[in-house]
């Protein structure tokens, strides 16, 4: 099957009750049994729902994996990946991230005696220096939140082999449509749902995708004893949001170049960062594993003013200033003052997320709205 029917049929099947297309939402917490232990497949809603199954099933589909899992929040699934891990374990991560994975890496995992080394993954020699005898996991994201970097999967995946490590890509900027990681030599795949899987702004998930039984077998015990699970309405809305996932995606494309082109050429701006501009640095590498560049277009303006970039976000009408991305509405944020401001100001800086950089999630509208808004904002 290919990918446009995936995103419609991947790994659903009818309602065997009725043949609804769609699948009921089970909204239970449990199922009845005949005897204890007599049961149709289902227990209990936290360790299985035929809704959520419908939608792992479908994840698993996307992203030409054999095992998919639901978590109530990007940040959830995360959480269990890192549970694989036990104190005295090391990870390399990419040093440019969203903050609230930043966040829960500093803030809470290091205090459970876990050592993260953050790095610039750019440029992927720099990796093995990093690596211990201790380290268990590589964990990027491609491209970066809010910098647009792009890390080259295969080649970290080469390092992650070679020294029997998991490599977990957060897929989250990309969707399966752009990139599928476990088929460059990832072995989980992340997605924060919340963004273009759910792709309306209207739930918060997470999903975790793996190939390897042993593996899903591990994730899927601790999904079950942590109990970070979304319900069965939301999961049917992610469903029904993945649907038109191909649609979407190319719409979010096709606006996302147009706004990159426009800001490249503003003599009031001083950087663009999107992975389809000849310009950007891991351009090739871009090319070279992903189908197109995605939506998401960061900036700077001249001067690294952060009352302008602040007057900028707040002047934008059809862009809504707001955390957040990936859904059919145009957003704005502001990364050092919103969604990366879990991370220290010399931090940050040092990956550039400075005063000016202004993030924006480019959606499905018109693309002259779109420009027009921005050259009123900026001026
Ligand atoms: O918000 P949540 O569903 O828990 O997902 C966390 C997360 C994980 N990974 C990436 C790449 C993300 O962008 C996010 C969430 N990001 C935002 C809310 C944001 O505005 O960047």
Known sequence: MKFNTKTIHGGQQHDPAYGSVMPPIYQTSTYAQSTPGGHKGYEYSRTHNPTRNALENAFASLENGNFGLAFGSGLAAIDAVLK????????????????????????????????????????????????????????????????????????????????????????????????????????IVMHSATKYLGGHSDVVMGALVVKDKELADRLYFIQNASGAICGPQDSFLVLRGIKTLHVRMQRHCENGKAVAEYLAKHPKIENVYWPGLKSHSNHEIAKSQMKDFGGMVSFTTKGNNYEEAIKIVENLKVFTLAESLGGVESLAGHPASMTHASIPKEEREKTGVVDSLIRLSVGIEDEEDLIEDLRQAIG
């Open 84 to 187: 694989l891990l036990k104190p005295g374990d090391e990870v390399v991560s990419t040093s440019d991230l969203y903050g609230g994975t930043y966040r829960l890496f500093t803030k809470i995992y290091e205090e459970f005696g876990i050592k993260f080394h953050f790095i610039s993954m750019n440029n992927t020699d720099k990796i093995e220096e990093y690596i211990t005898p201790d380290t268990k996991l590589i964990w990027i994201e491609t491209p970066t939140n809010p910098m647009m970097n792009i890390i080259d999967i295969v080649s970290v995946s080469k390092i992650a082999k070679k020294h029997n490590l998991l490599l977990v890509v957060d897929n989250t900027f990309a969707t399966p449509y752009l990139q599928q990681p476990l088929d460059l030599g990832a072995d």
